[in-house]
């Protein structure tokens, strides 16, 4: 990046990447859209495999749902459950989501983070 894009004279730069970061920075958000692309479409599921507190899963997979990355299909009507799946823009995140996990595994693991 240039020291001359590095700079916004006019407040706040418009940027896509905090845009995207605005739907889907949330830590819960990433770790369910991981899930649900790994094909764990149950709550109890991603809530399992995430380690999500309950609470903030299901405001995360609401917020997810109302812009358009996911959506609810019910399966069961006696007790009411949905599965919960990727929209095509939630699809459009696998290869953001696969360079974030090889960036994770060369930077922020655990052997990585010893050795600093």
């Excluded at 709550?43 to 917020?63: H, K, Y």
């Excluded at 959506?71 to 069961?76: H, K, L, V």
């Excluded at 960036?103 to 050795?115: I, M, Y």
Aim: glycine fraction near 8%; aromatic fraction near 4%.
């Amino acid at each position: 990046m240039s020291s001359a894009s590095a700079l916004s004279k006019n407040g706040p730069r418009v940027c896509p990447i905090a845009d995207a970061l605005q739907l889907i920075g949330d830590r819960w958000a990433l770790l369910a859209l991981r899930e649900i692309g790994l094909g764990v479409t149950r709550f109890n599921d991603i809530c399992q495999n995430t380690g999500a507190p309950r609470a903030s899963l299901v405001a995360r997979l609401r917020e997810l749902e109302d812009v358009g990355l996911v959506q609810r299909r019910p399966y069961s009507d006696h007790p009411p459950r949905d599965d919960y799946l990727l929209t095509d823009a939630g699809r459009d995140l696998a290869p953001v989501l696969r360079e974030l996990r090889k960036w994770g595994e060369q930077h922020a693991s655990p052997q990585v983070r010893a050795g600093r």
